[in-house]
């Protein structure tokens, strides 16, 4: 007879504990990040900037905490989780703090931009990252669930940053997020412990391959380009939606709550994509979310008020969450544990073109013609490619991988 199967172990009680640490860390930092849309106008208004310099800072911060994401994640392999997150914490602060006190743009871009892409960087990478090993029936479920802070950040912070400033002075709301990132955020990153699974044990190795592995084989490669392809779509939108809809004569209330529809969009798409994901594989879900984001431009384009920009908003959020929470996953499928928060990490440098050149080049094009379409057709353009880069890195992942 052959020897019963055994059932699969069940998931460690402390990996959840790890989850919403995670959860909050993301939440904190890119609720911060992405408050960036209340500060716009104020900004353009008290230093006299266009819209492609303004822009700037907010791709300034993501081409930092992209391109240095890998090194973040090198850092936390090596000397774990904690020590990385806690220290990129306070250097969020530092920024905020610093930001508040800038007499120029310039001083902004570096503070709010430069500082602040630092500290995400030694953040998000080696959070997500430490989620992973965690789990292995519901990765897919962990990876939505941490990431799904991103969302809610996204949702909350930026409103509360925009009461803020209808109630003082920008300043005084920047030194506010200062002081959530110390109470929520330090608090959170003191829990991110590694997996016993993410550990070198004496006389050996962690399975799964290194990060000169895994950067020399064609999947990585079809990755990177999807990162580096899909991003404008991602990005654009949060640096401008805020914009198109006070062009449309929309309330800066409700044209700043378009980045909180994009929110719970992003909440949405992490939750169901990731969850479905598990059931009907991680690899035929990532093309579909990526050809989703593209999809969900053209309304953007074509919209005629602001009902049409909040169902975008929604839309746009849902493909984006999910893309940006099978990442992790998928990265864990296919290149293990050994040197997982240095995969990703690397493979994010690919974002950092999109983050930087996507705003700032609509920030341009609108300063020269008025309109965003071009820009919004052009990541239409982009994202298809992007979804032919999803579909040749995950060919023949029909399930999950292993």
Known sequence: MNAPTEPPPDEPP????????????????????YSFAAFFEPFAAEFGAARADVSLVFGTSGLVYFAL???????????????????????????????????????????????LGVGIALV?????????????????????????????????????????????PWRSAMLALAVLVLALGLPATLLLKPAPSARRVAGGVVSGVSLREAVSGARF?????????????????????????????VADAQAVGLVGLIGIGSLTGRFVVGTLADRLG???????????????????????????????????????????????????????PRAVSSIIGTLYTGAAFGNLVGPWAAGRVFDATGSYAPVILGCVALSALATGAAWFAVRGEGSAAH
């Open 282 to 336: 991680r690899g035929p879900a990532t093309v579909a979310v990526m050809a989703s984001l593209g999809l969900s431009m053209l309304l953007w384009w074509l919209a005629p008020g602001y009902a049409a920009l909040a169902v975008f908003a929604l839309w746009m959020g849902l493909s984006y969450g999910g893309s940006v929470s099978l990442m992790p996953a998928l990265c864990m499928d296919f290149f293990g």
């Open 69 to 115: 994401g890998a090194f973040g994640g090198m850092l936390a392999d090596r000397f774990g989780p904690r020590r990385v997150t806690s220290a990129g914490m306070l250097t969020i602060v530092v920024a905020l703090v610093a930001g508040s006190r800038s007499t120029s743009m310039g001083m902004v871009t570096m503070a709010y931009g430069l500082v």
């Open 221 to 249: 490669r079809w990755l990177y380009a999807m990162c580096l392809l899909g991003t404008p779509s991602m990005f654009v939108p949060f640096a401008h939606l805020s914009a198109s809809a006070r062009d449309m004569g």
């Open 14 to 33: 402390y990996g959840w504990v790890v989850v919403w640490a995670c959860f909050t860390a993301l939440a904190v930092i890119f609720g911060v990040s």
């Open 124 to 168: 998000y990478t080696p959070s997500i990252g430490c989620v992973q090993p965690w789990f292995t029936r519901r990765r897919g479920l962990a990876a939505g669930l941490a990431s799904a802070g991103i969302g809610a950040g996204t949702l909350l912070v930026p409103l509360a940053a925009a009461w803020a400033i209808a109630q003082g």
